[in-house]
């Protein structure tokens, strides 16, 4: 029989934040956006309205959940600290540990003590398992998200893997294209090693992802106080360190960046979270496709399982892709605002899911969209 009692505590404190993470130690599965550097960084530099909502056994804590608090009109409504930059969500749960549904109402309970004035806790985007963990969110009413995660398997070899998408025709476009950067000058497929190698392609990116933005008619999620300066902390202090968890790596081209990926790891795979592409006169030789096949290739050639293009259903995932996971979302009303304001939420998901499931409704959308954004 199991007579443990754990202990909620609601962590503000930049301080306080540092040392649960220090207790708790590396011996923990977490998505990549729910670890220390993470949700401490995101405190320095975008908001400092974060917190830990952590589960405590003896004095050490077994899980964690690090949030952000946004206010939304006239309520304010708990995150994943990073909002629209955290994907593939998964909260931190140590090893051998398990949390059942009575330890998170009470968790829950907390944060309503400590925080009355957060309305609801929103969480997005998350998987229902990682690394062979189950994520102990799931065991509370939650639906499926609008957005897929795709992957695909890397068991055996890069030729397994080819095999299984069209491999001639994908070696014929990457010989192609290779050709094209040779006569433009030569190529190079590097990753960053240096804190000023990490600037350099994140402005790369930020500059790309920018000028696409703005021709879809899409926010720009990047362009918030702060956003810039935090990924550039991160990627410059995880690539110093002996097992960096974000790496980011790049197509050059006559010595200019044409291609940038940023991408996370966990135990055994990895996540592409973001790729820009200069549009240049290159931009017909496909310098995105072209880093992908080069970074799947080196990716077959490791001990990794799994190599997932993260969140969002786009054709180029597609043709490589032979995992489709739903992801999750999982809404924790505190007050009666929060409640009509989930009610509204279950109802908007479930339209932006029919729209997102029909091809020719959804693309009629984008296309209103890049329209009403060129017409301001």
Known sequence: MNNRQLEAKILVDCHDIRTAW???GTDFTSGASQTARWITLWQSFVNRDCLLAALYLEQRPVFILPLEVEKT???RIAIFAGGPHANCNFPAVSTGQ???VGELRLLFSAL???????DLVSLTRQMSELDGVANPLMQLPSRVNANVSLGITLEGNFETVLARSNSKRKKKKHRHNMRKFEDAGGFNIL???TPDETTAMLDNYFECKATRLAKAGIKNTYDPYGVKDFFKRLFAE????????FQLKALKVAGQYRAVLGKSHAARQTFIDFVGITEDELVSASPGEFLFFED???SSETDLEIYS???GDEPYKRSWCDIELPTYDTDISLTAKGRIFQAWLRVRRKLVRMIKKNELVWSKVKKLRSMLRGAR
């Open 112 to 118: 309503h003590e400590a925080r009355p004035d957060i």
């Open 296 to 298: 799947i290739a080196a």
């Open 309 to 311: 293009f993260g969140i």
């Open 98 to 100: 398990s949390v059942n």
């Open 22 to 24: 220090a207790e708790f």
């Open 191 to 193: 990753a960053a090693t």
């Open 73 to 75: 009109g006239p309520l």
């Open 238 to 245: 995880e690539v110093t360190t002996p097992s960096p968890r």
